[in-house]
Structure formats: C-alpha cells, structure tokens
C-alpha cells in the first residue's frame, strides 16, 4: 500500500506534472584516502549511473507533499524523514518563495543498498523544483542544497559518470565513459553507511593521494574491455568490513563471479548491492536470470552502467 502526505486540494495547481528518473548511482571504484579532524571520510570513487531508476513526478504547487508507491515502497520508511521531502525543504530555505508541489515517487530500487536510491531520489526532486521555477541546476542554492541533504547527493544531481572526491563535495568533469553491461544483486540484508564506516575504523590523520596509475587507466578507456581492466585496478575499500558484517554480501559475490561471462564483480558503495560486468547485455541477462533461478528471493536485474 501507498504511504502517502496528501496536499489540500487547494494547494494544489492544474500545471503539467514534471516527470523525472532517479536513476541507480554505482560506485565502480572505491578508495577511503582517510578521514579529516571533522570525522568525515575522505574518498576517491568512480561513480556511473545504471538504467534502472526510481521514478519521480511533481505536480507543481503551494503545498510540499509527496506519495510512495511501488515495489519497494516499503523500504522507505517514515514519510517525513525521506530525502524528496529534505532536499525540498533545503532549496526551499535557501530561496524563500519557490514552486513546491506534490511530488510521487514510484520506487523500484532497494533501500540501505549502497545505488543511492534515495540521494538519487532526492537529487531528482532537485531537478523537479529547479524546472519549475526556472532555476539552473548551477544555482548556488541547488548545489548548497544538494550538499546539505547528503553527500551521495551533489554526485546524483546530473547523473553522469564522474570522480566524487573528498567527502561527496568535490565533482569532476564528467567521464564519456563506454556504456557497461551489467547486472546488479541484492541479497536482501540493509547496510546502513554509517555502521560500514564505523567497522573500518579509519582514524583521524594523513590523508593519501588517489591512484593516479588508476585515474590514467579509466579515464583513457575507449572500449568495454579496456575500461572494465582498468576498473579491475581500483578497489572499494569498504567491501572488506561490510562483509563482515554482512556474510550474505559475500555469498551474492560468489554467485556473480561464477557467472562464466562474469569479467568483474565488486561491492557498490557501503552495500550490500554488488554489480558484476559482462561483455555484451545478451551475457548480463543470461547471468541474472542464472541468479533468479537461484536466490529468487534476491532483487537481480541487467542494465547498462554509463
């Protein structure tokens, strides 16, 4: 069942509703370079964007409200604290009189999964207001909003695969990179981001530097194969401690790996969402549908990462 925050009807507009995809964030590399004196990690990550996405829409209006459907509309939690309603709210602090509206999120990505479901989300409802009242996704007050609502979150607000640095705030360019086949696998357990962190125990000091034998790899990739190598020289430094506190992170690995056309799997983000990469979309449907058959109780899809 829908849950749901309903505007008074009065509140409410006759304009078009705006239509917007909150697609899945991957983090095909990883690095925790360090943690600076104000606690927060400091990190070196490649992060592309899979075809599966969430789906948000706002009908534009006085009242902020929004309503949740979906496959996975159970995972979401309380109303109030989602990340469509936070990120909303922080624009709207930041330029008093905006276009609110009724925003209904159709929700197919797991929660605690470490894709970004919700930072893509709230990203999206970003994207939704900015359209609305004519603002630039460079507008200052979006990019301070996008901060302020969560790291994930600034990374998210365009979509495109780039190097997220520092603690979420420093952005590259953005990286053509050659589109992925691949296939993502959740073995139905959360993993909270903060528990993750806390099991690596990284202490406060010295910072590293990124790899920059890495960053050359990726960056001069042209084709499939070459760039699946070059991720294949990076790591995500938070795999190690998530599977420990989450065995069934492993076992889903595992199932990926012996996959036969299978060229990589890693962990995304703090998990437990792993991706294996394939030649061709033909192979990421054969494995998925090898894993469905099974864990059926496993959230598995195929998609492009790009």
Not at 85 to 95: D, F, G, Q, T, Y
Not at 202 to 218: E, Q, S
């Amino acid at each position: 069942m829908a849950a749901e925050v309903r505007a008074e009807a009065a509140g409410r507009s006759s304009s078009p509703r705006l239509h917007e995809q909150a697609r899945a964030k991957v983090n095909l590399t990883l690095a925790v370079l360090g943690r600076r004196a104000d606690g927060f990690h400091v990190l070196d990550s490649l992060v592309a964007f899979a075809e599966i996405a969430d789906e948000l829409s706002l009908e534009p209006g006085a009242e902020l409200s929004l309503e949740v459907a979906g496959p996975r509309a159970g995972d979401t939690g309380a109303i109030a604290d989602n990340l469509v309603l936070k990120a909303a709210n922080a624009l709207a602090e930041r330029r008093p009189g905006l276009r609110l509206g009724h925003f209904r999120l159709h929700k197919r990505l797991p929660a605690a999964a470490g894709i970004g479901g919700g930072s893509s989300d709230a990203a999206a409802a970003l994207r939704l207001i900015a359209r609305a009242n004519d603002l630039s996704l460079s507008d200052e007050a979006v990019l301070d909003a996008a901060r302020a609502t969560g790291s994930d979150v600034p990374v998210c607000l365009e979509g495109r695969s780039r190097w997220m640095r520092g603690a979420g705030e420093i952005l590259s360019a953005p990286l053509p990179l050659p589109a992925l086949p691949a296939v993502l696998v959740n073995p139905g357990v959360a993993t909270p981001t903060a528990e993750v962190f806390r099991a690596l125990a990284c202490p406060i000091g010295p910072l590293a530097a990124p790899d920059p034998a890495l960053i050359t790899a990726i960056e001069a990739a042209g084709d499939q194969m070459t760039l699946i190598t070059g991720i294949g020289q990076g790591r995500n430094d938070l795999e190690p401690p998530a599977l420990a506190l989450r065995p069934a992170i492993a076992e889903a690995l595992a199932m990926l790996r012996g996959q036969p056309s299978c060229r990589l799997a890693r962990m995304s983000g703090s998990g437990a969402t792993v991706f294996g990469l394939f030649e061709t979309p033909e192979a990421a449907a054969a494995a998925r549908r090898g894993i469905a058959g099974l864990r059926s109780d496993w959230w598995a899809v195929d998609t492009l990462i790009g």
